[in-house]
């Protein structure tokens, strides 16, 4: 498994690209933004994209999703049903932009790249439909979890009333994982659990 991060976007998410190097299968994790960058980098691995895998549908982590849709026709456009329309702000809708092509995952759903199983836990808070993806030792958590923090919940569609059961959840998961958050650096879990004040309340 081979994990390569861009930082896409006015707000500096994290896009991820996951690589099965064996089976050369990939997916791009929340494509913040510059299509073209992402298809530069999927087609420098030479490996074939399998899905574009949305952990909530803020603009800021779906913006370039349609383009690279038109860009890779065959990979599937994946996001939780609570996010598939207008979310936040800026409202982005997935359901209108991708159309009949998208689809979605939820609680305990996984899906194959390669020989990798990616897990769906549904981790709601920030938005409705968050979602963490958890693939072998490594945790995307979106605007769930972040090194020394959580995500917001005051912005439209939020639920702040689900968002320490969330981290609580997360922070139960046995052993550790290597956390890749949607904003900052990465971290892993028995540090947060150790350091993040809002899984240490718990």
Do not use: W
């Not at 990616?118 to 920030?126: A, K, M, Q, R, S």
């Amino acid at each position: 498994m081979k994990i390569t991060r861009k930082i896409l976007g006015e707000l500096e998410t994290n896009c991820y690209l996951l690589l099965d190097e064996e089976a050369n299968e990939a997916a791009v994790i929340d494509p913040a933004d510059e299509a073209e960058t992402l298809r530069a980098a999927v087609e420098r691995t030479g490996a074939a994209l399998r899905y574009i895998l949305l952990t909530h549908g803020h603009r800021d982590h779906t913006l370039a999703a349609p383009e690279l849709h038109r860009m890779f026709p065959e990979a599937g456009v994946y996001i939780h049903p609570k996010d598939k329309g207008a979310v936040g702000f800026a409202p982005y809708p997935m359901d209108e932009l991708i159309g009949a092509d998208l689809k979605f995952y939820d609680e305990g759903d996984t899906l194959p790249l390669g020989g990798m199983t990616i897990e769906v836990l549904h981790t709601p808070g920030h938005t409705g439909g968050s979602v963490c993806l958890r693939c072998g030792a490594a945790l995307f958590t979106g605007d769930t979890l972040f090194a020394g923090s959580m995500g917001r919940v005051d912005l439209p569609g939020a639920e702040p009333d689900k968002m320490l059961p969330s981290l609580a959840r997360l922070a139960r998961l046995d052993g550790d994982y290597d956390v890749y958050p949607g904003h900052m650096e990465t971290t892993t879990l028995a540090r947060e659990r150790q350091y993040n004040l809002y899984l240490r309340m718990l």
